[in-house]
């Protein structure tokens, strides 16, 4: 596929630049990838479209205050964006300034801090301190904001920049998706019946990186850390045997989750390229379990993972244990459209952006929200009332 079947046009004013003054006030597009069809509803009803014994899992990632700013010694400005941390006082970071350093080079941070650039990592720069990190950014760094937001930090950024779950502190973006949860909502799911799980998947600077080769086969997909418990395998083997289904929140899940899977079944999910099926994966790998479809089957074979992934998901794509997903809405010919395009078709989702667009929606990370269902999940299960009992 060309990345250019995945551009639309989406006006300036609909980059939503600042968070809404309650979370959960947000509005919900709810996509049905059986027949295309949308629905415009509030993010608050969102637990009315999720039945008793589904299983919503939430990445539990936390944004770190990954942004610093630093002069060389020679005078120059640098700005820092850390990247992840691969010990407690050493960092991969992007560097920006009007000259890279050097290996050996010395940074100084805003409040003093001493930092020494001692090697490149592809396009990272490895960055030593004599301190931990997490210390340095407390003090001195801050929110990473996305681009596209076109402003700087401020400080109610702090807390809703983050999700109200956030425990595990690594991304340099958050998982927007997570971003509409409150405890209403979070209520209203409980009350519904309706079980919750935690994955971690450590969202990197790669998240805003457009595609940048016509060809989506010939893009490389960015690595994020992950990781999938022994807890999150036995609550999404329960939801199968009960015959709920599985709903990611957000794509940092969806991604997690697969990559767990195929990592389950023998294929690496660090080496995953686009346009891969199950079929050519076990050709081109030694994948120890013959490959089914059959995602309560695929279900008993999963285990517990933790690593780098660069799964790519896009049209054509194997689901193996998702059947619905709550996403934001996202920038054009990005990484993530793809994903989204790959649950409901590439047709109904741009379909579904231009309505959005039609109807003003907020757009990108402090945006609206999507209800998405796959093809292959009857919508009318979806659709249970809400017991007297239970609301």
């Known amino acids: ?85 691969p010990s407690a006082t050493t960092a991969l970071a992007h560097l920006r300034a009007s000259k890279s350093p050097k290996p050996g080079s010395e940074l100084i941070l805003s409040d003093g801090t001493l930092l020494r650039m001692t090697a490149r990592a592809d396009a990272l720069f490895v960055l030593e301190a004599d301190e931990p990190w997490a210390g340095i950014m407390a003090r001195a760094g801050e929110m990473p904001l996305p681009p596209y937001f076109q402003r700087e930090a401020e400080a109610s950024d702090n807390e809703r920049y983050q999700t109200v779950y956030a425990r595990d502190e690594g991304s340099v973006a958050a998982p927007t998706a997570g971003l509409h949860f409150d405890a209403g909502v979070l209520a209203g799911l409980k009350a519904r019946g309706i079980e919750t799980a935690f994955v971690t998947l450590h969202v990197g600077a790669g998240t805003f990186q457009p595609v940048r080769s016509d060809q989506l086969e010939d893009h490389i ?35 997690a989750l697969e990559s767990m899977a195929w990592a389950s079944r023998g294929i690496d999910p660090e080496q995953w390229r686009v346009g891969q099926s199950q079929q050519s994966a076990t050709q081109s790998q030694s994948a120890s379990a013959q490959l089914t479809t059959d995602k309560t089957t695929i279900a008993q074979q999963l285990k517990s993972f933790a690593g780098d992934t660069r799964l790519f998901i896009t049209p054509g794509y194997d689901w193996q244990v998702i059947d619905a997903m709550v996403t934001n809405f996202h920038l054009p010919e990005s990484t ?56």
Not at 235 to 253: D, H, L, P
């Open 336 to 391: 993530l459209l793809m994903l989204v395009s790959a649950m409901a078709g590439r047709e109904a989702v741009l379909s579904a952006y231009a309505e959005a667009i039609a109807q003003n929606y907020r757009f990108f990370s402090y945006g609206d929200a999507m209800w998405v269902t796959g093809p292959d999940w009857h919508e009318q299960k979806a659709e249970l009332p809400i017991t007297r009992e239970n609301s």
């Open 221 to 255: 997909m960015h690595a994020e850390w992950l990781t999938v418990s022994a807890e999150v395998i036995a609550a999404v083997q329960a939801a199968r045997a009960r015959g709920g289904r599985v709903i990611a929140v957000g794509t940092t899940s969806v991604r």
């Open 1 to 85: 596929m060309n990345r250019r079947d995945f551009y639309f046009d989406l006006p300036d004013a609909l980059i939503a630049r600042y968070p809404l003054a309650e979370r959960s006030a947000s509005r919900l597009l709810c996509l049905s990838g059986s027949d295309g069809n949308v629905v415009h509803r509030q993010f608050r009803e969102l637990p009315e479209l999720i039945a008793p014994g589904d299983l919503l899992v939430f990445n539990q990632s936390r944004v770190m205050p990954a942004r610093l700013f630093a002069q060389k010694i020679s005078g120059g400005q640098v700005e820092i964006l850390i990247e992840r941390l």
